[in-house]
C-alpha cells in the first residue's frame, strides 16, 4: 500500500491529529482512544450533546482511516470485499454502509464506502482502532484484484452536525466549497479542490464529514469557531450516535457477531451472481434460523442502563446482553442496545445490581433529527 506522509506527533505515548493543540486551547480533557490522544470533552458533555441537537457542533475525526481503492477491478475488488454492493452506487460521489466481514460472516469492520469519480474508484473510511487489521485484510484480498489501495494520513477529517450545520459550515468556507455543501444530497461526498466534503455522520442529525489538508485544518477549526459552531468531544458522540440507533464497533457487532445479529441485515446484499466474503455463512445462518437479533431498550424508571447487563425475559429462560447503554440527553431517561434471543419475546427486563428492572423493547433509532422516533 502506498502512504503519504503522516502528519502526526508521535513523541509521546499517543498519536496526535493536527487539531491536538486546538483541543488544548479549548480547556479539552484529553483521553486515550483507539492509540489517539483525543478530546471526551470540552467542560460539559451534557451541554455539548444538546448543542448538536439544537444548534450545531464540530468534532475532530481526524484519527479515522481514509483509504482510496483505484485500477480496473476496482468495483469488482468491493464488490467482492463487502456485504453491501458497491454497483448501487450510481452516482458520483454517492455513499454506503457495510460491513467487512471474514469467512465466517463476523465483522472485521463497518465503513462508509464513496463512490469517486474524481479518483476513477472508491473512497473508503474506516474505524481507526481497526485500522492495522482492516489494511491487512484489505491488502491480503487486493492480491486477487488489478487494484491499488492508497491510504490518505495527510487529511484532516472534521465532522459538523446539527441542525445548523449545513449554514455555518458553508460560512466558515470559500465560494467554492460553499457551492459544493450546497447542492450535496444526503448521503455523498464530493471533491472542493483539495478537500472532500460528504454529507454524512455519526449523529443523526444531518451535518458534514469534512476530509481537508492537515496543514489547513487549524485555520478551519478556527473558521468554525468564528461561525458559531462549537468543539464536540468523543463522549458526546457516543451518546448522540446510541440515540440514533448507531452502532458502535467493538461494542455492538465484532468479528464474532454476523451483520443480522447487529441489526445491519439492510446492508446485506444478497444477489444470486455476486459472491463476497462470508456470504456462504450468511446464507447458511439465514436458512437455519437466526438465533439473535439487536434491540433497542428504555428505562421508564430511574437507573442507568449500562453494557454487558444481562436481559432476562418473561417467556423464557434464554438471556441477552446489552451492548451499549447510556443516559439519553434528549429523552431524559436511560437507553440501550442489546443482543437478545429472537424468540425469547418482547417482555424483558435488566438485571442491575442483582435486581429484575423491568424495561421496554423497542425499533431504533431512539432519536432522529432532535425528535423522539422509537416506538
Given at each position: 500500500m502506498r502512504a503519504k506522509y503522516n502528519l502526526l506527533d508521535v513523541e509521546h505515548m499517543g498519536l496526535r491529529t493536527a487539531l491536538y493543540d486546538a483541543h488544548l486551547a479549548a480547556d479539552a480533557k484529553i483521553v486515550d482512544f483507539g492509540g489517539w490522544d483525543m478530546p471526551i470533552h470540552y467542560g460539559s458533555q451534557l451541554k455539548e450533546h444538546n448543542m448538536v441537537r439544537e444548534d450545531a457542533g464540530m468534532f475532530d475525526v481526524s484519527h479515522m482511516t481514509v483509504v482510496d481503492v483505484t485500477g480496473a477491478d476496482a468495483t469488482a475488488y468491493l464488490q467482492y470485499l463487502l456485504a453491501n454492493d458497491v454497483a448501487k452506487l450510481k452516482t458520483d460521489g454517492k455513499a454506503l454502509y457495510s460491513g467487512m466481514l471474514n469467512e465466517k460472516g463476523g465483522v472485521i469492520d463497518d465503513l462508509i464506502v464513496y463512490r469517486a469519480d474524481f479518483l476513477k474508484g472508491f473512497r473508503v473510511v474506516v474505524n481507526c482502532a481497526t485500522r492495522e487489521k482492516d489494511l491487512a485484510w484489505m491488502n491480503?484480498?487486493?492480491?486477487?484484484?488489478?487494484?491499488?489501495?492508497?491510504?490518505?494520513?495527510?487529511?484532516?477529517?472534521?465532522?459538523?452536525?446539527?441542525?445548523?450545520?449545513?449554514?455555518?459550515?458553508?460560512?466558515?468556507?470559500?465560494?467554492?466549497?460553499?457551492?459544493?455543501?450546497?447542492?450535496?444530497?444526503?448521503?455523498?461526498?464530493?471533491?472542493?479542490?483539495?478537500?472532500?466534503?460528504?454529507?454524512?455522520?455519526?449523529?443523526?442529525?444531518?451535518?458534514?464529514?469534512?476530509?481537508?489538508?492537515?496543514?489547513?485544518?487549524?485555520a478551519f477549526w478556527s473558521s468554525l469557531l468564528?461561525?458559531?459552531?462549537?468543539?464536540?468531544?468523543?463522549?458526546?458522540?457516543?451518546?448522540?450516535?446510541?440515540?440514533?440507533?448507531?452502532?458502535?464497533?467493538?461494542?455492538?457487532?465484532?468479528?464474532?457477531i454476523t451483520p443480522w445479529q447487529a441489526g445491519m441485515g439492510w446492508t446485506i446484499a444478497l444477489s444470486d451472481d455476486r459472491d463476497f466474503i462470508g456470504k456462504d455463512a450468511l446464507v447458511k445462518e439465514k436458512e437455519a434460523g437466526i438465533e439473535y437479533k439487536l434491540v433497542g431498550l428504555v428505562?421508564?424508571?430511574?437507573?442507568?442502563?449500562?453494557?454487558?447487563?444481562?436481559?432476562?425475559?418473561?417467556?423464557?429462560?434464554?438471556?441477552?446482553?446489552?451492548?451499549?447503554?447510556?443516559?439519553?440527553?434528549?429523552?431524559?431517561?436511560?437507553?440501550?442496545?442489546?443482543?437478545?434471543?429472537a424468540d425469547a419475546g418482547n417482555e424483558c427486563a435488566v438485571d442491575m445490581r442483582g435486581k429484575a428492572v423491568p424495561v421496554r423493547m423497542v425499533t431504533m433509532p431512539f432519536v432522529r433529527n432532535g425528535k423522539k422516533v422509537y416506538k
Open positions: 491480503k484480498q487486493a492480491d486477487k484484484f488489478d487494484v491499488t489501495l492508497t491510504e490518505q494520513p495527510d487529511f484532516a477529517m472534521i465532522a459538523v452536525q446539527g441542525p445548523q450545520a449545513i449554514e455555518k459550515a458553508k460560512a466558515a468556507v470559500s465560494a467554492e466549497q460553499a457551492a459544493v455543501i450546497e447542492n450535496l444530497a444526503v448521503f455523498q461526498g464530493l471533491p472542493a479542490g483539495e478537500w472532500f466534503i460528504g454529507r454524512t455522520g455519526y449523529t443523526g442529525e444531518d451535518g458534514l464529514e469534512l476530509m481537508v489538508p492537515a496543514e489547513e485544518a487549524m468564528k461561525a458559531g459552531v462549537q468543539p464536540i468531544g468523543l463522549g458526546a458522540r457516543d451518546t448522540l450516535r446510541l440515540e440514533a440507533g448507531m452502532n458502535l464497533y467493538g461494542n455492538d457487532m465484532d468479528e464474532t428505562l421508564e424508571t430511574r437507573g442507568v442502563m449500562r453494557s454487558h447487563q444481562k436481559v432476562i425475559f418473561t417467556a423464557s429462560d434464554k438471556r441477552g446482553e446489552i451492548t451499549s447503554g447510556t443516559f439519553s440527553p434528549t429523552l431524559q431517561q436511560s437507553i440501550a442496545m442489546a443482543r437478545v434471543p
